[in-house]
């Protein structure tokens, strides 16, 4: 275990990847039983799982994938069928290797009894009297399907081993198979050819370097060879290699010969004798089996150099890059400073240089940061489905613009909240297919989750058919409970759903009811610079709308004065900016609003809500800031400017001041505070729901 300590993330990793994957073709096998191909998709993803964990020496993992696969070898010859109970065997097994890997995450030696799931998934593989049969017959398949036909062949190759035989060399077609049991096959293939290449060059594999080293070719790979070896040290090289069951190997006599032709016979794999090992195997190319079929065949020749395009960083690394970014912007901001102060002209190109190289940098470690919401959203669909069957319903889920990309900080915030709001539309939301008929619904409900990207913020939107959040059920259920509805309106009422504590359950499920939910969902989007809002009609359906910043790390803010202090605004959410007297804003009903377009703007001024004494000599502004589709106007003592500012948190000893997401340093050093607006506008909402 400590040797193989270094290796454990990139497990992990790979491991969660392979495990939701199996989870989406399980999903997809059950809509689509009779299509084989995904259960090859599924092999791959358990096989690679069990080879990962035999190497880490996770044997509980390594058995229960084995005896997977045997019941995967038994879909795929439609030996057994793709029925209720087989999908239930498979997720429970996808479950239970899930926490198998939180347990070895969590540093949780204890283990866990496969038992019962072994001896279920043995039932499955021995339940059907011709599964043995079928077993040997699939094995008998296999290895005849061992040749030395090739699929793709270019003119450029043909005439490179024409040139190689005039130069004296001899070229060779080689068909390898790998162990099946093998765990790390592209380090098998890795070893092979590396052996060959001391001797002479790989000029062509089947399939291409890019399928063999990702590990999902199956057992068998060719190549095409060239050296100065004879047939037989040949063959001993690329034998003579650990978990290398068989090889076939022919010269190469006319580089035409390559031409894959009609196959006139089928040769099986001869019996292996006693003291044959080494004896080469040689077959005609004439008279080669029908190629094995491959996903990708591209040719190893222009491929032999080239890297994968892509590498895993440990996101700590992208963190620190991150704030290193952050720094180089505060102190870029604060040279600009100096040199306006000092006003030393010889020092504006360079620093003119250096904000352009700052702000590209900054734009591509913002873009590097970025991922998809499809990253929270993959395990959706089988938690969807898992609902229907704990609550009798039919859903159909539906995702949109799971491409659109958010900071990841955002992002691996998001799955608490919307697996929240997945749960309440499938409990509270939508009806019971008997009800739904009635109300001459669909029986199967519709989950829709949509994302887009909006300016500099990205929207996100679930909305379910069901039957809605109804006011007066909410305002029966606020008055038991203390809370003041008077004159609310019917919106006003429903959006009550999302304070602390509140809920219309009845009764306490395993799926919602407690009442902790919807709270904790806009808390949540709160802390990361969001919105949320309700709009529900009743029998209709409802729909949440969340609103959130592209990125938690680099802003434009504007900076403003209260009082004598200065705080920042971030821009994104800023409408407009007006000029205004103490006499352009108007008192209703002991509240201050600001008329603008047509529209009663509430106001709040941002000294009361700070708590800092006014001045007398202001410039008054109003910042008009834009919260989904709602208008606030923040009143300002004066502007002081716009600027890009680094978001620093203010830590866990200031964590109780809800009215700021930060902190920033400006150029002159001075540390400066960035106001929560969601927070300090969203402070009316909670007077009204007070006791």
């Keep these: 275990m400590d040797e193989n300590s270094k290796y454990l993330d990139l497990f992990f990793e790979e491991t969660d990847e392979h495990l939701q994957s199996l989870n989406e073709q ?33 044997d509980t993992m390594a058995k229960l994938t084995h005896k997977m696969e045997n019941v995967f070898d038994l879909l795929k010859q439609k030996i057994i069928p793709a029925d209720a109970t087989s999908i239930a065997l498979i997720f429970d097994c996808l479950d239970t290797l899930s926490d198998l890997v939180e347990d070895l995450r969590e540093g949780n030696e204890a283990e866990r009894d496969i038992k019962n799931l072994i001896q279920r998934l043995d039932n499955v593989a021995s339940g059907d009297s011709s599964t043995a049969q079928g077993t040997v017959i699939m ?35 080689l068909a390898i198979r790998i162990d099946e049991d093998s765990s790390m096959k592209n380090a098998r293939v890795y070893l092979v050819m590396s052996k060959l290449e001391q001797h002479g060059d790989v000029l062509y594999s089947e399939p291409g370097t890019e399928v063999l080293e990702n590990d999902d070719f199956g057992s068998v790979f060719k190549l095409i060879y060239v050296s100065k070896l004879d047939e037989e040290t040949v063959f001993n090289l690329a034998l003579d290699n650990s978990e290398i069951e068989e090889v076939l190997i022919q010269t190469v006599q006319q580089a035409e010969d390559l031409i894959v032709k009609e196959p006139e016979t089928t040769l099986s794999k001869p019996e292996p004798q006693e003291n044959q090992v080494e004896q080469t195997a040689i077959t005609t190319l004439e008279g080669a089996a029908e190629p094995v079929q491959v996903e990708k065949t591209t040719k190893a020749k222009g491929q032999s150099h080239a890297m994968n395009q892509s590498i895993r960083v440990d996101i700590g690394k992208l963190d620190s890059f991150m704030n290193l970014v952050s720094e180089l912007v505060i102190y870029r901001t604060r040279l600009e400073d100096l040199s306006d ?32 919401v499809s990253t929270v959203m993959t395990r959706f669909p089988r938690m969807i489905r898992d609902l229907a069957n704990d609550l009798g319903k039919e859903f159909e889920l539906v995702i949109e613009g799971e491409d659109t990309e958010l900071d990841r900080t955002v992002v691996s915030e998001l799955s608490e909240p919307l697996v929240h709001l997945l749960r309440n539309s499938a409990d509270h939301g939508v009806e019971m297919p008997a ?54 309106s019917d919106k006003e009422i429903q959006q009550l759903i999302f304070h602390p504590g509140f809920s219309t359950a009845k009764e306490v499920t395993s799926i919602s009811g407690r009442g902790v ?51 920042a605004i971030p821009l994104g959410i800023i409408k407009t900016i007006v000029k205004v007297t103490e006499e352009d804003i108007i008192r209703i009903h002991n509240r201050e609003v600001y008329k603008y377009e047509g529209l009663a703007v509430p106001v709040v001024r941002l000294n009361q809500s700070l708590g800092i004494e006014p001045i007398e000599e202001t410039n008054l502004h109003l910042v008009l800031v834009k919260q989904g589709d709602s208008y606030n106007a923040l009143v300002v003592d004066d502007l002081v400017r716009q600027q890009e500012i680094v978001i620093k948190k203010l830590g866990q000893e200031l964590s109780m001041l809800k009215k700021y997401l930060g902190a920033t340093i400006l150029g002159d050093g001075s540390i400066i505070l960035i106001l929560d607006v969601t927070a300090i506008c969203n402070e009316r909402i909670g007077e009204y729901s007070e006791v």
């Design 517 to 567: 939910g919807m709270d904790a969902v806009k808390q949540k989007i709160t802390e990361l610079g969001g919105t949320v809002e309700l709009e529900s009609v009743v029998n209709q359906g409802t729909v949440f709308k969340i609103n959130l910043p592209l990125t938690l790390s680099i802003i434009q803010s504007l900076l403003v004065k209260v009082g004598q202090d200065s705080f």
């Design 435 to 488: 009800d739904r008929v009635k109300l001459g619904k669909d029986p199967k409900g519709t989950i829709k989750i949509t994302a887009y990207q909006e300016g500099n913020r990205v929207v996100l939107t679930l909305s379910d058919d069901g039957k809605g959040v109804n006011p007066t059920i909410i305002k029966e259920s606020a008055e038991r409970k203390g809370i003041s509805t008077e004159g609310m």
């Design 139 to 173: 094995e008998q398949e296999t290895s005849s399907s061992l040749n030395l036909a090739l699929e793709n062949v270019e003119d450029s190759d043909l005439m490179i081993i024409e040139a190689a035989k005039e130069d004296g060399y001899n070229a060779y077609v």
């Design 26 to 58: 399980v999903l997809e096998l059950e809509n689509n039983p009779e299509d084989s191909s995904i259960v090859d998709v599924m092999f791959r993803s358990a096989h690679t799982i069990k080879g990962m964990a035999a190497t880490m020496g996770y």
């Design 341 to 372: 102060q000092m006003q030393v002209s010889e020092m504006k190109e360079p620093l003119d240089h250096v904000a352009r190289i700052s702000s590209e940098l900054q734009d591509l470690v913002l873009k590097i940061r970025m991922q998809p």
